[in-house]
Protein backbone atom coordinates (compact mmCIF):
# COMPACT_ATOMS: atom_id res chain seq x y z
CA UNK A 1 0.00 0.00 0.00
CA UNK A 2 1.41 3.48 -0.94
CA UNK A 3 2.51 5.79 1.77
CA UNK A 4 2.97 9.52 1.31
CA UNK A 5 4.43 12.34 3.91
CA UNK A 6 4.56 15.70 3.37
CA UNK A 7 7.52 17.72 4.66
CA UNK A 8 7.74 19.41 7.99
CA UNK A 9 4.96 22.18 9.08
CA UNK A 10 6.55 25.56 8.36
CA UNK A 11 6.25 29.14 8.79
CA UNK A 12 5.63 31.41 5.95
CA UNK A 13 6.32 35.04 5.70
CA UNK A 14 3.71 37.25 3.27
CA UNK A 15 4.78 37.59 -0.25
CA UNK A 16 7.15 34.51 0.46
CA UNK A 17 6.98 31.33 -1.88
CA UNK A 18 5.68 28.53 0.44
CA UNK A 19 7.77 25.07 -0.42
CA UNK A 20 6.86 21.48 0.40
CA UNK A 21 7.48 17.76 -0.73
CA UNK A 22 5.99 14.69 -0.65
CA UNK A 23 7.67 11.61 0.41
CA UNK A 24 6.29 8.13 -1.43
CA UNK A 25 6.87 4.92 -0.16
CA UNK A 26 5.78 1.63 -0.86
CA UNK A 27 5.93 2.47 -4.14
CA UNK A 28 7.30 4.22 -7.16
CA UNK A 29 6.63 7.59 -8.39
CA UNK A 30 7.37 6.30 -12.18
CA UNK A 31 4.27 4.22 -11.96
CA UNK A 32 1.73 4.72 -14.83
CA UNK A 33 -0.93 4.17 -12.75
CA UNK A 34 -1.01 7.22 -10.63
CA UNK A 35 -1.25 10.92 -10.28
CA UNK A 36 0.15 12.83 -7.80
CA UNK A 37 -2.15 15.51 -6.14
CA UNK A 38 -1.95 18.31 -3.83
CA UNK A 39 -5.13 19.24 -1.82
CA UNK A 40 -5.06 22.09 1.17
CA UNK A 41 -7.72 22.88 4.08
CA UNK A 42 -7.74 26.52 5.42
CA UNK A 43 -8.75 26.17 9.34
CA UNK A 44 -12.59 25.26 9.84
CA UNK A 45 -13.07 25.08 6.34
CA UNK A 46 -13.01 22.47 3.29
CA UNK A 47 -10.96 20.97 1.13
CA UNK A 48 -9.48 23.19 -2.14
CA UNK A 49 -7.58 21.02 -4.95
CA UNK A 50 -4.79 22.73 -5.81
CA UNK A 51 -3.30 20.60 -8.75
CA UNK A 52 -1.92 17.09 -9.67
CA UNK A 53 1.03 16.09 -11.84
CA UNK A 54 1.87 12.96 -13.90
CA UNK A 55 5.22 11.63 -13.60
CA UNK A 56 5.85 12.55 -17.25
CA UNK A 57 5.70 15.96 -15.80
CA UNK A 58 2.17 16.98 -16.93
CA UNK A 59 0.91 19.13 -14.93
CA UNK A 60 -3.37 20.12 -13.92
CA UNK A 61 -3.50 23.11 -11.39
CA UNK A 62 -6.84 24.89 -10.02
CA UNK A 63 -7.53 27.44 -12.63
CA UNK A 64 -7.64 29.99 -9.07
CA UNK A 65 -3.81 29.48 -8.48
CA UNK A 66 -2.72 28.43 -11.30
CA UNK A 67 -0.72 31.33 -11.80
CA UNK A 68 1.37 31.14 -8.23
CA UNK A 69 1.80 27.17 -8.58
CA UNK A 70 4.26 24.92 -9.39
CA UNK A 71 4.36 21.26 -9.20
CA UNK A 72 7.25 18.94 -9.83
CA UNK A 73 8.29 15.17 -9.49
CA UNK A 74 11.88 14.08 -8.54
CA UNK A 75 12.01 10.69 -9.56
CA UNK A 76 15.52 10.16 -7.93
CA UNK A 77 14.35 11.12 -4.72
CA UNK A 78 10.46 9.17 -4.74
CA UNK A 79 9.37 12.66 -4.28
CA UNK A 80 7.11 15.38 -5.81
CA UNK A 81 6.98 18.81 -4.85
CA UNK A 82 4.74 22.28 -4.54
CA UNK A 83 5.79 25.94 -4.80
CA UNK A 84 3.01 28.35 -4.31
CA UNK A 85 4.49 31.85 -4.57
CA UNK A 86 3.31 35.45 -3.38
CA UNK A 87 1.63 33.66 -0.33
CA UNK A 88 -0.69 35.70 1.53
CA UNK A 89 -3.03 34.83 5.14
CA UNK A 90 -5.52 33.23 3.05
CA UNK A 91 -2.97 30.58 1.64
CA UNK A 92 -2.57 29.35 5.53
CA UNK A 93 -3.91 25.50 5.39
CA UNK A 94 -3.34 22.55 6.15
CA UNK A 95 -1.68 20.96 3.18
CA UNK A 96 -2.43 17.13 1.89
CA UNK A 97 -0.65 15.06 -0.58
CA UNK A 98 -2.81 12.42 -2.31
CA UNK A 99 -2.98 9.70 -5.10
CA UNK A 100 -5.28 10.07 -7.29
CA UNK A 101 -5.76 6.91 -9.88
CA UNK A 102 -4.57 7.71 -13.30
CA UNK A 103 -7.24 7.43 -15.91
CA UNK A 104 -10.96 9.77 -15.94
CA UNK A 105 -11.69 8.89 -12.46
CA UNK A 106 -10.79 11.83 -10.59
CA UNK A 107 -10.78 10.64 -6.79
CA UNK A 108 -7.99 10.69 -4.23
CA UNK A 109 -7.63 7.10 -2.52
CA UNK A 110 -4.41 7.35 -0.35
CA UNK A 111 -3.47 10.91 1.30
CA UNK A 112 -0.83 11.57 3.47
CA UNK A 113 -1.05 13.04 7.05
CA UNK A 114 -0.87 16.48 5.71
CA UNK A 115 0.97 19.85 7.10
CA UNK A 116 0.12 22.87 8.36
CA UNK A 117 1.64 25.82 6.82
CA UNK A 118 1.07 29.30 8.52
CA UNK A 119 1.30 32.55 6.82
CA UNK A 120 2.55 35.26 8.93
CA UNK A 121 4.96 37.77 9.99
CA UNK B 1 -15.45 27.74 -10.91
CA UNK B 2 -17.67 27.66 -8.07
CA UNK B 3 -17.35 25.21 -4.65
CA UNK B 4 -20.08 22.67 -4.79
CA UNK B 5 -22.91 23.14 -2.38
CA UNK B 6 -23.54 21.00 0.65
CA UNK B 7 -25.30 21.41 4.03
CA UNK B 8 -23.06 23.02 6.96
CA UNK B 9 -24.68 19.97 9.46
CA UNK B 10 -26.53 17.22 9.64
CA UNK B 11 -27.36 14.99 12.36
CA UNK B 12 -28.98 11.32 13.24
CA UNK B 13 -29.52 9.28 16.24
CA UNK B 14 -27.63 6.17 16.42
CA UNK B 15 -29.38 3.31 14.30
CA UNK B 16 -31.18 5.62 12.03
CA UNK B 17 -30.32 6.79 8.34
CA UNK B 18 -29.49 10.33 6.90
CA UNK B 19 -28.58 11.48 3.65
CA UNK B 20 -26.03 14.62 2.54
CA UNK B 21 -26.76 16.53 0.02
CA UNK B 22 -23.54 17.85 -2.68
CA UNK B 23 -25.60 20.15 -5.30
CA UNK B 24 -23.22 21.28 -8.31
CA UNK B 25 -23.89 22.50 -11.84
CA UNK B 26 -24.57 21.26 -15.49
CA UNK B 27 -20.72 21.97 -16.02
CA UNK B 28 -19.52 19.39 -13.18
CA UNK B 29 -22.21 17.14 -10.83
CA UNK B 30 -24.97 17.52 -13.61
CA UNK B 31 -22.71 16.92 -16.91
CA UNK B 32 -22.49 13.01 -15.48
CA UNK B 33 -18.79 13.43 -14.16
CA UNK B 34 -17.99 11.31 -11.54
CA UNK B 35 -18.75 12.08 -7.96
CA UNK B 36 -16.40 11.21 -4.80
CA UNK B 37 -17.16 11.46 -0.96
CA UNK B 38 -14.58 11.63 1.87
CA UNK B 39 -15.00 11.41 5.62
CA UNK B 40 -12.65 13.33 7.59
CA UNK B 41 -11.86 12.97 11.75
CA UNK B 42 -11.22 15.97 13.83
CA UNK B 43 -7.33 16.18 12.97
CA UNK B 44 -6.71 13.67 10.54
CA UNK B 45 -6.51 13.06 6.81
CA UNK B 46 -9.42 12.61 4.28
CA UNK B 47 -10.41 8.95 3.35
CA UNK B 48 -12.51 8.45 0.36
CA UNK B 49 -15.58 6.54 1.26
CA UNK B 50 -17.43 6.57 -2.20
CA UNK B 51 -15.74 7.06 -5.75
CA UNK B 52 -17.13 7.18 -9.58
CA UNK B 53 -20.49 7.99 -7.53
CA UNK B 54 -21.72 4.57 -6.21
CA UNK B 55 -18.47 2.32 -5.72
CA UNK B 56 -17.11 1.48 -2.27
CA UNK B 57 -12.98 1.09 -1.72
CA UNK B 58 -12.86 -2.42 -0.17
CA UNK B 59 -12.61 -2.44 3.73
CA UNK B 60 -15.68 0.39 3.18
CA UNK B 61 -18.77 -0.41 4.79
CA UNK B 62 -21.76 -1.15 3.08
CA UNK B 63 -23.82 1.05 5.23
CA UNK B 64 -22.45 3.27 2.94
CA UNK B 65 -24.02 4.39 -0.61
CA UNK B 66 -23.97 6.49 -2.84
CA UNK B 67 -26.43 7.72 -5.40
CA UNK B 68 -26.92 10.89 -8.00
CA UNK B 69 -29.30 12.69 -9.98
CA UNK B 70 -29.84 15.54 -11.67
CA UNK B 71 -27.13 18.03 -10.73
CA UNK B 72 -27.48 16.45 -6.67
CA UNK B 73 -25.01 13.55 -5.55
CA UNK B 74 -25.90 12.18 -2.44
CA UNK B 75 -24.22 10.01 0.19
CA UNK B 76 -26.60 8.17 2.46
CA UNK B 77 -25.34 6.44 5.65
CA UNK B 78 -27.42 3.83 7.26
CA UNK B 79 -27.11 2.40 10.52
CA UNK B 80 -25.72 5.46 12.00
CA UNK B 81 -22.83 4.63 14.55
CA UNK B 82 -21.16 6.85 16.61
CA UNK B 83 -18.03 6.27 14.93
CA UNK B 84 -19.77 7.86 11.32
CA UNK B 85 -19.44 11.14 13.35
CA UNK B 86 -16.74 13.68 11.63
CA UNK B 87 -17.23 16.08 8.26
CA UNK B 88 -17.76 14.74 4.90
CA UNK B 89 -16.63 16.31 1.75
CA UNK B 90 -17.75 15.84 -1.60
CA UNK B 91 -15.65 15.98 -5.16
CA UNK B 92 -16.85 15.88 -8.68
CA UNK B 93 -14.03 16.37 -11.76
CA UNK B 94 -15.38 20.01 -13.16
CA UNK B 95 -13.80 19.45 -16.75
CA UNK B 96 -10.63 21.10 -17.87
CA UNK B 97 -9.01 18.79 -16.31
CA UNK B 98 -9.81 20.42 -12.88
CA UNK B 99 -11.26 18.91 -9.51
CA UNK B 100 -13.79 20.83 -7.00
CA UNK B 101 -15.12 20.04 -3.51
CA UNK B 102 -17.77 21.30 -1.89
CA UNK B 103 -17.40 23.28 1.57
CA UNK B 104 -17.89 19.74 3.91
CA UNK B 105 -20.92 18.82 6.09
CA UNK B 106 -20.41 18.13 9.78
CA UNK B 107 -22.29 15.39 10.91
CA UNK B 108 -23.23 14.76 14.76
CA UNK B 109 -24.29 11.06 15.77
CA UNK B 110 -26.97 12.53 18.88
Known amino acids: QLQLQESDPRLVKPSETLSLTCTVS??????????WGWIRQPPGKGLEWIGS???????YYNPSLSSRVTMAIDTSKNQFSLKLSSVTAADTAVYYC?????????????WGRGTLVTVSS | QSALTQPASVSGSPGQSITISCTGT?????????VSWYQQHPGKAPKVMIY???KRPSGVSNRFSGSKSGNTASLTISGLQAEDEGDYHC??????????FGGGTKLTVL
Open chain 1, 98 to 110: ATQPAGPYWYFDV
Open chain 1, 26 to 35: SGSISSSGYY
Open chain 1, 53 to 59: IYYTGIT
Open chain 2, 26 to 34: SSDVGRDHL
Open chain 2, 52 to 54: EDT
Open chain 2, 91 to 100: SSYAGSLTVI
